[in-house]
């Protein structure tokens, strides 16, 4: 039995271990769960079907209508992942991706309003939250009455998020909030803020301390609802704190500990806006398919021509494989697991990066069409292309999931790590260690003493698990490696981490994949999950070859000329080579 407070399936996956337990069978919701979704969907369907042209029409205006938003309290919609004891539903963290799902199949300006109220807004409340403040706050949350929102960036301080400029100073039982924060989604209709300030000063980048402040404190206050690209209905806003009292009693968690609490949040949110990218992908491949069924071109259906067959087959791919890692998540985390960032992160660059393709090819099918405002093609590419910059840039999470492969690796091979400062700056000194740490190099270079993986996999997709074993091997060669050639500076080397965060992506994808292939093998038998098996191929194929591809280029690369040709760019701030 694992230990789930410190498990996690990629960590061990770097250091060459498979943990088959972690993530096989497949996660499933209850039946009761399955009941509720079941109920839900249906209501959405009835409460967002038929408003189509109404999402439209609000997306042009740029604003969500007050009734609309009281039709998304009475259907319970800000109570998703708040107890039955408080008044929520009490749905956990696979059920509420799903519910998500679903509403993102209609509009992802709805999706996010509800998803920014529970997986980032008053989720802060849920983790860390006292007795006392869950009974003053959540039957309010859970009914709508008050709208939560997270506050976090500021004009200095989006991805550097630690550089906050907001303070919070003690006087007495209160704390005195000061500072400014920007791009709040539901900011325009938040009652409840989960703010985080500096409350101590270290070096210039002190410690923050995450609060509750709530709409009706003296010194809050919002600006108007920014004009966006993309989810321009949803009031996204500054939120204004000037001498805001703050009660002792609303600090969230510990004081000091407020990167942690902000972070968590983040974390243990994805799953959200996981799920919402795979239900735009689902309406997308609706749209796509249908579409192509009805355009004729040449005096055939487009949908007859090989490169049409080659989009949508990609996005069935993307969108199964999504759905497996974000459903994959969800589970870890309704099964008690602990130690999921890596997985979370991944989770949401590739669900996010999967909708950002689809979303691209589904308007490339449309043609023309899909350039035009009265299909919805264009909307929902302007509306998921801010998935990849909020709740963690895909650069700044590609370099959280590698540097974490490799500050375990590092960590793990305790020669290595107690004396990484011997071993780089004085060889000799270091020697002894090396050659012992050469020994477990040797096997992971051989696989000869790592554990070997998948068993009990059905026959139809045993080759992809051993391909899985064996590009496994890669990812803790390809760890080792960069560590080594490295070293202490390999925090600057950007370019080297994410080809390792690449190949962490695609094993990941791979292990779900494998792990819902053989769930549906299990229930389907091997004939009726044949296109199942059909995607989990395909899928591994491309895999391989994008793994070995990144292993390779970590030794033979371009990177210090691309480096360079970037650096005379800025230098020259422009294109030197115009040609009048
Ligand atoms: C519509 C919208 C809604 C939002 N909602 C919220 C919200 O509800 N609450 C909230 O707190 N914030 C919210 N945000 C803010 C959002 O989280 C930030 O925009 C995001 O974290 C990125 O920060 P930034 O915009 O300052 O970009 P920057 O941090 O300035 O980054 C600019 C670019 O540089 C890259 N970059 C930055 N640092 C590095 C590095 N070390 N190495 C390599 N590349 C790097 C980034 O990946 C990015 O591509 C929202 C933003 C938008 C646009």
């Known amino acids: 039995m694992h230990d789930k407070e410190t498990t996690s399936f990629m960590r061990s996956l770097c250091m060459g271990r498979i943990e088959q337990d972690v993530i096989c069978p ?133 991805s550097d998020a630690a550089a906050v400029k907001t303070t919070a100073v003690k006087e007495g039982d209160h704390w005195v909030i000061n500072g400014n924060k920007l791009w709040i989604t539901n900011g325009g209709i938040a009652d409840f803020f989960t703010v985080f300030a500096k409350t101590h000063e270290e070096g210039g980048r002190g410690k923050m301390t995450a609060f509750i402040v709530t709409k009706d404190m003296e010194g809050v206050s919002v600006g108007p609802h920014e004009d966006k690209m993309g989810l321009r209905t949803n009031p996204t806003t500054t939120v204004h704190f000037d001498g805001v009292r703050v009660p002792d009693a609303n600090v969230l968690g510990e004081v000091g500990q407020g990167f942690k609490v902000a972070m968590m949040i983040l974390n243990s949110g994805r799953t959200g806006l996981g799920g919402g990218s795979v239900g735009a992908m689902k309406r997308l491949i609706e749209l796509s398919t249908k579409q192509a069924n009805e355009r004729t071109t040449f005096g055939e259906p487009i949908s007859s021509y090989g490169l049409i067959k080659k989009k949508v087959g990609q996005m069935v791919i993307d969108c199964y494989t999504s759905e497996a890692v974000v459903t994959m998540v969800g589970g870890l985390i309704d099964a008690g697991y602990k130690e999921y960032q890596v997985e979370a992160a991944i989770s949401k660059v590739y669900a996010t990066e999967c909708l950002w393709k689809t979303a691209d090819e589904a308007l490339q099918i449309a043609g023309g069409n899909g350039f035009m405002r009265e299909y919805p093609y264009e909307r929902v590419v302007r509306d998921c292309r801010i998935n990849r910059i909020f709740e963690g840039t895909s650069e700044i999470l590609r370099l959280l999931i590698a540097l974490t492969a490799m500050n375990d690796v590092a960590s793990q091979l305790q020669e290595l790590s107690s004396t990484m400062k011997d071993i780089f700056n004085n060889p000799i000194k270091g020697f002894g260690v090396l050659s012992d740490y050469a020994r477990k190099h040797a096997a992971l270079r051989t696989g000869i003493g790592g554990e070997r993986g998948f068993q009990k996999l059905n026959d139809a997709i045993q080759e992809q698990a051993k391909i899985f074993e064996e590009e496994t091997r890669y990812l803790a060669q390809a760890t080792d490696r960069i560590l080594r050639k490295h070293g202490k500076s390999i925090i600057g080397k950007q370019l080297a981490s994410h080809r390792l965060a690449e190949i962490m992506i695609d094993l990941f994808v791979m292990a779900c994949t494998i792990s819902r292939v053989q769930g549906s093998i299990d229930a389907d038998g091997v004939e009726g999950a044949s296109l199942e098996i059909q995607i989990l191929k395909t899928f591994t194929r491309e895999a391989k070859i994008r793994i070995k591809h990144n292993f390779r280029r970590i030794d033979s690369n371009d990177d210090e000329i691309v480096k360079a040709l970037a650096d005379d760019a800025f230098e020259a701030e422009r294109f030197r080579w115009d040609t009048i």
Request: proline letters at 4%; one cysteine or more; glycine letters at 12%.
């Open 26 to 158: 497949f996660p499933v919701m209850s039946d009761s769960q399955k009941e509720t979704l079941t109920d839900i969907s249906g209501a959405l369907e009835g409460l967002l079907g038929p408003r189509a042209e109404d999402f439209r029409k609000w997306d042009v205006a740029g604003e969500l209508p007050e009734d609309f938003i009281d039709e998304l309290r009475e259907f319970g919609m800000f109570g998703l992942i708040i107890s039955e004891d408080h008044g929520g539903m009490g749905l956990g963290n696979m059920a509420y991706s799903r519910t998500l799902q679903e509403v993102a199949k209609y509009d992802a300006s709805v999706a996010v309003t509800i998803g920014a109220h529970s997986s980032i807004g008053m989720r802060g409340l849920l983790l860390f939250g006292t007795d006392e403040q869950n009974e003053r706050y959540m039957p309010r949350l859970a009914t709508g009455e008050m709208i939560a929102a997270y506050c976090l960036t500021e004009p200095g301080a989006g």
